[in-house]
């Protein structure tokens, strides 16, 4: 099959995609799911508070776990600086930066909330 312009090889592509997974990906749902790079990470953070670990950055998301106040753990560090997603307030600030980690004891990881890290 020869196609005549890429958008039209895109459109064939996406479409075969859902006919394969029945599922429609987006540009925003996919940015939000993706785990951040962890060639780099920060070891040894002890959260100021119990947070919860979500499977995206938004407190809307669902949780997978906990990370106990405290409690060693690690995040990624790639380029030093936190993903922006969802707004929240908590450990008594508000904002909208998240950290991908989790505690040491566990093999669940997920995004948390930077104002609850000593960063």
């Given at each position: ?6 958008g ?9 995609a859902t006919a ?5 990906a ?17 070891t ?15 407190t809307?998301?669902t949780a997978l776990g906990?990370w ?5 753990g690690?995040i ?9 997603g969802g ?6 600030k ?5 950290y991908?980690?989790g ?5 669940v990881?997920?995004?948390v909330p930077?104002?609850c890290l000593?960063?």
């Amino acid at each position: 099959m020869k196609f005549t312009s890429l958008g039209t090889a895109a459109s064939a592509i996406a479409l075969l995609a859902t006919a394969l997974t029945g599922t429609v990906a987006t540009a925003g749902t996919a940015a939000a799911a993706t785990q951040p790079d962890c060639s780099s990470a920060l070891t040894n953070v002890k959260p100021k508070a119990t947070v919860n670990l979500r499977s995206q950055p938004k407190t809307s998301s669902t949780a997978l776990g906990t990370w106990g106040k405290g409690q060693k753990g690690g995040i990624c560090f790639g380029g030093s600086k936190p993903v922006t997603g969802g707004s929240y307030t908590a450990c008594g600030k508000t904002s909208n930066k998240w950290y991908f980690g989790g505690p040491n004891s566990t093999s669940v990881e997920g995004w948390v909330p930077a104002t609850c890290l000593p960063i």
